[in-house]
């Protein structure tokens, strides 16, 4: 398989690596859940004609929006893996809204890449094709399928310039594991999956998460479950997905709106639960009151933030907002999904970076639909006067129901290559 000498021994330390390695992961907070099913060390596979491997939440909602529109004319049995306790909870779901009843659906966590689990897992599994959702690497797990001759697909292909640029930096080891076909969801992804894996196995398809908006704009959310954290005449604006990176310019942001709107209500969505802590002592250190949405239930907040430690309710406050700023975006750090706000009515503000999402295109801020400035300042300025001025909300969700439409079909896309792939062509 490996042609080269040096990716050979590249392949066999990667093997080697992995004896030590189990052990100490069994430490990781996260891995832990299910640790015996990430080392197979119980029977819990099954076969399956479809394996797919999804990493976390978001992976997980695009493999329910594939399932939904596969539709087999004869029976199919698919095994969906995921990293995450996040998306195993979402995958236990998908076999409710599966196209029809020639798909059996079942989900487990993905075990580790260690070659020889995953040598282990292909005995039990026995797939006639494995699918790889956006950016799922893994050379244990590619290295087996080539040498059982199981084909595999990316499908939503993505690939960030960082990641391009590790991945070449051996690029004979890559293509001698390569897939069989790639189906990218930009041009730039396009380009730099044809670098690594070679143009003849790459194609460009519609983003899947498109599919998943149009959904969401047909399911929106008003007033539900945070109608009771705030009264009528106060503004609320909602700062989403904050990373850490990012967190002295919101510092600063907060700071800017309890200043100039004293009866604003901030509601503060850290991407993970556990910068908290931080946010705390921050804005005790910037005297400002603050107040823990768990500790709000039946009651109106008078604090000016209320700090979210609860999960699922990001798009209910997005839909009950007045103004949002989307984060992972004032930091290189390639952004959070600004499309969630906009199919709630919501016109997102978001800072210059947005590289996770060229997929979308520059169309959606030539529009207006999303408005992306420079600094925290602007965000500050933005959300003060969409809080102050307001805007048609369902003329919002309206443009962005055709905007999105537009650019759709990427599940339908995918659903044929994968029925191809099977045979069914």
């Known amino acids: 398989m490996f042609t080269n000498r040096t990716d050979k021994l590249l392949f066999q330390m990667y093997r080697l690596l992995w ?18 099913q990430r080392t197979l060390s119980r029977h819990f596979l099954r076969p399956a004609d479809v394996w797919i491997q999804a990493a976390s939440v978001g992976e997980a909602y695009l493999s329910k929006s594939l399932l ?24 236990n779901t998908v076999a409710d809204g599966t196209g029809n009843h020639m798909t059996t659906v079942s989900a487990t966590y993905f075990p580790f890449d260690r070659p020889r689990f995953m040598e282990q897992a292909l005995d039990v599994i026995n797939p006639k094709l494995m699918i790889l959702l956006e950016t799922e690497l893994w050379p244990g797990l590619l290295h087996a399928l080539k040498n059982r001759g ?70 929106s959310v008003t007033d539900a479950g945070i109608g009771d954290v705030r009264e009528r005449n106060r503004p609320l604006i909602v700062l989403g997905s904050i990373r850490k990176a990012e967190e002295t310019d919101i510092g600063n942001i907060i700071s800017r709106l309890a200043s100039v709107s004293p009866d604003a209500l901030i509601a503060l969505f850290p991407r993970h639960i556990h910068r908290l802590k931080h946010w705390k002592a921050t804005l005790d250190h910037k005297g400002i009151s603050w107040v823990l949405r768990s500790g709000t239930t039946g009651t109106t907040p008078s604090a000016r933030v209320i700090l979210w430690d609860t999960f699922g309710e990001l798009t209910a406050a997005y839909a009950d907002c007045d103004a949002a700023f989307v984060g992972g975006s004032l930091a290189p750090l390639g952004g959070q999904n600004f499309m969630e706000p906009l199919i709630q009515g919501i016109k997102p503000v978001i800072g210059p970076h947005w590289d996770n999402f060229l997929w979308i295109g520059e169309d959606v801020f030539h529009s207006g639909l999303v408005r992306r400035v420079p600094d925290w300042k602007s965000v500050a300025d933005q959300l003060l006067e969409d809080a102050t001025n307001g805007y048609d909300k369902t003329d919002v969700r309206r443009r962005a129901l055709d905007y999105i439409r537009k650019r759709s079909g990427g599940s339908d896309m995918a659903c044929l290559a994968i029925l191809e792939q099977l045979g069914y062509s």
């Open 150 to 219: 199981v084909p595999s697909i990316i499908i939503n292909g993505r690939l960030t310039e960082k990641s391009a640029r590790h991945y070449n930096y051996r690029p004979d080891f890559w293509r001698a594991i390569r897939p069989r076909k790639v189906m990218a969801v930009s041009v730039a992804d396009e380009k730099r999956f044809g670098v690594l894996f070679g143009t003849d196995i790459v194609t460009r398809m519609p983003n899947i998460k498109l599919d998943l908006a149009i959904e969401a704009c047909g399911n």
């Open 19 to 36: 004896w030590p390695a189990v052990p100490l992961l069994k430490s990781n907070q996260r891995l832990r859940q299910g640790f015996d």
């Open 68 to 91: 939904k529109r596969f539709c087999p004319p004869t029976p199919v049995n698919v095994l969906i893996t995921t990293n995450t306790d996040q998306g195993l909870h979402v995958l």
